[in-house]
């Protein structure tokens, strides 16, 4: 099956211009009529129990995937999953794993703020470290195996 670009290339080779200019209106015309769709989450929407508790009623009352649900809801498929499957966010416990990884989130933020630095990354190995730290593979022993220089030895030959 062909692209409609190598189709294009093809009118083109063969001199069929008349062609070429029907498939430019089309495409003009095609332009005309295109929508950009629109993002699927604008902002981010904090979630709290009572977000949590439509999810679940949402997918417990309806067909609805959980992109779907997220996509009506303005909020990502990820946190849609962990409502479903681990209850999340279903309390305001501020005991609960994910209150106490906001909190801290939160806290790490205006720590930073104030300091008015950037967040410290994780950083890199040193290069020399990690090479150290590999050690050269051994070459095979079995004549039957063969490897990449066997085809460059012959090709260079």
């Known amino acids: 099956m062909a ?4 189709f294009e290339e093809a009118l ?4 069929m211009q008349m062609a070429l200019a029907i498939l430019e209106k089309m495409r003009k015309e095609e332009k ?4 950009v769709a629109p993002a ?5 929407r ?4 009572e977000l949590a508790r439509k999810i679940l009623d949402l997918h417990s009352t309806t067909d609805m995937t959980q992109q779907e649900i997220a996509f009506q ?3 990502n498929q990820g946190l849609v999953n962990e409502v479903i499957k681990r209850g999340k966010w279903l309390t305001e416990d501020p005991q609960s794993e994910e209150a106490q990884a906001r ?11 104030s300091e008015d630095t950037p967040i410290p990354r994780k950083q890199p190995v040193a290069v020399g470290a990690e090479e150290a730290a590999r050690k ?4 095979s022993t079995n004549p039957a195996q063969l490897s990449i220089d066997d085809f460059l030895k012959v090709t260079s030959d």
């Open 73 to 75: 809801l303005g909020i």
């Open 40 to 44: 699927r989450r604008v902002s981010g």
């Open 3 to 6: 692209t409609l670009k190598q």
């Open 12 to 15: 083109r080779a063969q001199g």
């Open 136 to 139: 050269p593979k051994a070459k």
């Open 103 to 113: 909190d801290k989130a939160k806290a790490r933020m205006k720590r930073m703020q």
């Open 32 to 35: 005309k009529t295109r929508s």
């Open 46 to 49: 904090k979630m709290t129990p």
